[in-house]
């Protein structure tokens, strides 16, 4: 009980210093958000306990769960979301709690998000959460938003495609999770292809990664280049066995990938089909 009190005192303590302060990017923010950005759980719960609105708002409406989230404060956000939080708020910049989850990385605030009703895919102009998860390598929100129908050939204009993104930072498992998960090998952003993007960064295990997925080697850019004009000379053309791979898996479509290990083949060559 004295831990409850002490940290219920210093959050409203904080909030009255802000009301007497001359007014700052923080000066609008209530205890709850300061309760919920600093992962003070049984505060948390004595202010939803007193009343205080869970969906209050600062001047760029942020709500106290968008800083549970970029704090990857998983109890705080589930307390919120119980008290009744909107998992799709919006900030005037177009920031949900679930692009603030993925930002920091953190699973357990994705998966409690779209477990309770947060939209995996943003507006065409907003944040993309599986743009962000993928830009910082965090893998297992990559996973979590795609588990939860996250398009993962969604094409955002100024960014391109999630996969195009992912070979922009080369992060190469998430390209990899795209890429099983049914991406499109030839999207990317504009004219520009993944294998144009993983050729000018001169990441050779990404551009393995492309080929084996059928990249077009002389698909051509708005400067009219190939990927294969700028690709480093240690790539090697694409065995038979990879054309013949992504042509089966081009036969059968991106929403029958999953049905794969029920073909009546071989393990060896299931696993083949299935990049494993």
Do not use: M
């Amino acid at each position: 009980k004295s831990n409850v009190h002490s940290e219920f005192l210093q959050c409203v303590y904080q909030y009255l210093t802000r009301l007497i302060l001359p007014a700052g990017p923080w000066a609008d923010r209530s205890p709850l958000h300061d309760a919920a950005s600093q992962g003070r759980l049984l505060a948390l719960k004595t202010l939803i306990s007193q009343g205080h609105s869970v969906n209050v708002l600062t001047i760029d409406h942020v709500t106290p769960l968008h800083e549970a989230c970029v704090g990857d404060h998983v109890a705080c956000a589930g307390a919120l979301i119980d008290a009744g939080a909107n998992v799709n708020a919006s900030t005037i910049d177009g920031f949900t709690p679930l692009f603030n989850a993925c930002t920091a990385g953190s699973v357990a605030c994705t998966e409690i998000l779209l477990e309770n009703g947060a939209k995996p895919q943003s507006l065409v102009y907003h944040p993309s959460p599986i743009h962000e998860a993928t830009r910082k390598g965090h893998y297992g929100c990559v996973e979590a938003l795609v588990t939860w129908g996250a398009d993962v050939d969604v094409d955002i204009p100024h960014l391109g495609t999630a996969l195009y993104t992912a070979c922009v930072c080369q992060e190469l498992e998430c390209a990899r999770k795209l890429l099983r998960e049914g991406a499109s090998v030839q999207k990317g952003k504009s004219l520009d292809s993944p294998l144009h993007a993983a050729a000018e960064k001169d990441c050779t295990a990404v551009a393995k990664l492309l080929l084996d997925f059928g990249a077009d080697i002389n698909a051509r850019n708005a400067a009219l280049q190939r990927p294969v004009d700028v690709a480093p000379a240690s790539i090697k053309p694409r065995r038979l066995g990879q054309l013949c791979r992504q042509c089966i898996r081009s036969c059968v479509g991106r929403d029958r990938l999953r049905l794969l290990p029920n073909l009546p083949l071989p393990n060896r060559l299931r696993s083949y089909l299935r990049y494993q």
